[in-house]
């Protein structure tokens, strides 16, 4: 067999982008003779290529056995170092090539990668900055100046190196991608993303994240062109093993947990590859440590849900430990926070593996994320495995699909016993509901009056606050059948962030027959007002696929009724929880037209609704709902029976904690 003629065919496939022909060839020439450098570094490249940095790593490494100072295979080394995670590494890999090649931009740009990701900042930014010294038209070293910038929240200087990268290179699908998330995240620029993304997907349309970004983007505005084509494309994708969308995004377009498993183990297990650990040092204490890594101890859902809590735990049997990733403003759910916690301590300047250092010096037996993947993750930390049990609580509802996350919080109706399959944790059943919630929650002392908030005195006030990226076209047109027989009725939305979401759904509702007047939008205000003025409200309607969470359990502590659809996946059960621990199971429905009719007839019949709201008062305090010290009770007996595995050497394994 003439090694070399395959070289030159598989080389020749390769740049053709016939990737799958090449690997073939390449694994053929390597069948042969493993030690053949050229098949090892090009099959390496090409698995880098195709996202699997895991066995380019090997394959990489491999090539530099036999060729030590080869500077290509040593940059896509680094690269693949970084894809895995291991920045310390692909860090040195790169000095390596920099040594050796002073100046040499795509070395240093790659150490730049590698140093902004170990939390290095200044010296990330010395080497974007000798790149652009050297050449000012280099539009890779501008888009990586460009990110970590804006991680320094140096946002004005982060755009315009976004601008100048795109100048330099218009079709710069990264950058484009880079800038449209700011213009969003940052500015609230809508159609700046919108237009940003749009063309970075024209240019790459399987570019990694981005069809599911513009999506989400999309669906804040209530801009459903080709919704149905788009939502199809991306459960393509996932189920080709693509990663094209966030998990956290997800979850507003997907009904199938089988879905959102396999989305999940794509993001999480490329972007927080498992990392090298210290076994755990084994303390003799009566109280177990129990430990909660956050971003929000701050008046945010999770924060204002979990500060009740933090409060009821019983000290005497666990000692507290706050780990905060997000920002050090100050506000009453922070201060009771920082009250409840034996320490409060502030990681977010600290690189994933300087932060779970810091967590394995307290000596922590449960570690909690209360994020997952919602809002600031850091599951970087969780990756170094800094605490024995590792749990998945609140932030974000499906599994993580990461093997370093050993259990999961639900319940029996937001994870019925069959579905099991579909989480890489073990299950922790709570009995009555996961969810928590915070008896204690403040509703302002004074109700605005209809006119004051915008609404007609005399109409039956149907209301959804729920957050825009939710609402769907189908979900949508429900809510308008409703209002249709319901004359006089009105539907009360929260307006957003976003001044194109009411442009759209009034556009949308004059479609269905439905006057654009009969939608009225709420500002945001705090979560004090908000309560008291949900008051005003006659019936609140859910969504699906995804369902009310935080806005559900607002609704029933102001005493507003809500009818719910249940869904196929946990983001559509979660309603159903909360209703079925409040003991009225009779707002559940099973399909989206009996929850139609159930709303209807509540509107039409004042009788029945007025029985509905004095039934929801009587049992807001008798039932579990609300009950945050009973909760509290039952999440210390899953976090005991953890320990009591762990300590008999026991592996997690799925349990059911009783009620009592």
Sequence with gaps: MDLHALGRQATALHQQGRLAEAEALYRQILGHDARVFPALYLLGMLRLQQGDSGEAVDLLGRALALNPNDPAALMHYGLALHGQGRFAEAAATFDRLVTAHPGEPAALIGRGAALKALGR??????????????????????????????????????????????????????????????????????????????????????????????????????????FDREVAL??????????????????????????????????GRGRYPAQASQPHATAARDKIRIGYVSGDFREQAVGLLMAGLYEQHDKNRFELFAFNTGDVRGDHIRQRAVAAFDRFIDIAPLSDAAAAERIRREGIDILVTLNGYFGAERLGIFAHRPAPMQVSYMGFPATLGLAYIDYIIADRIVIPDGEREFYDEQVVWLPETYWV?????????????????GLPEDAFVFCNFNNGYKLTPTTFASWMRILNQVPGSILWLLAGNNPQFAVNLRREARAAGVAEDRLIFAPMVSSAQHLARLKLADLSLDNLPYNAHTTAADVLWAGVP????????????????????????????????????????????????AALKHKLAANRQATPLFDTARFARHMEAAYAEMTARQRRGEAPAHFAVPAF
């Design 562 to 609: 809500i009818v719910t659809c249940r869904g196929t996946a946990w983001p559509g059960r979660v309603a159903a929880s909360l209703l079925t621990a409040m003991g009225i199971p009779e707002l559940i429905c099973e399909n989206i037209a009996d929850a139609e009719a159930l709303a209807v007839r509540l509107a039409q019949h004042p009788e029945q609704l």
């Design 234 to 267: 991306i459960h393509q994708g996932v189920r080709a093993g693509q990663l094209v969308i966030h998990p956290f995004a997800y979850q507003a377009i997907m009904d199938r947990p089988a879905d959102s498993q396999a989305c999940s183990r794509l993001y």
């Design 121 to 226: 900042d200044a010296a990330a930014l010395a080497d974007y900055e000798a790149v652009l010294v050297a050449d000012p038209r280099n539009p890779d070293a501008w888009n990586g100046r460009g990110s970590l910038l804006r991680n320094l929240r140096r946002i004005d200087e982060a755009l315009d190196s976004f601008n100048q990268a795109i100048a330099l290179a218009p079709d710069f699908a990264d950058a484009l991608q880079n800038r449209g998330d700011l213009h969003w995240s940052e500015r609230l620029d809508h159609g700046a993303a919108v237009a940003d993304l749009e063309k970075a997907l024209a240019i790459e349309p399987d570019r990694t994240l981005l069809r599911g970004s513009l999506l989400h983007l999309k669906m804040f505005a209530a801009d459903w062109k080709d």
């Design 437 to 453: 919630n915070d008896s204690r929650r403040a509703i302002a002392d004074q109700t605005p009056s209809r006119a004051e908030c």
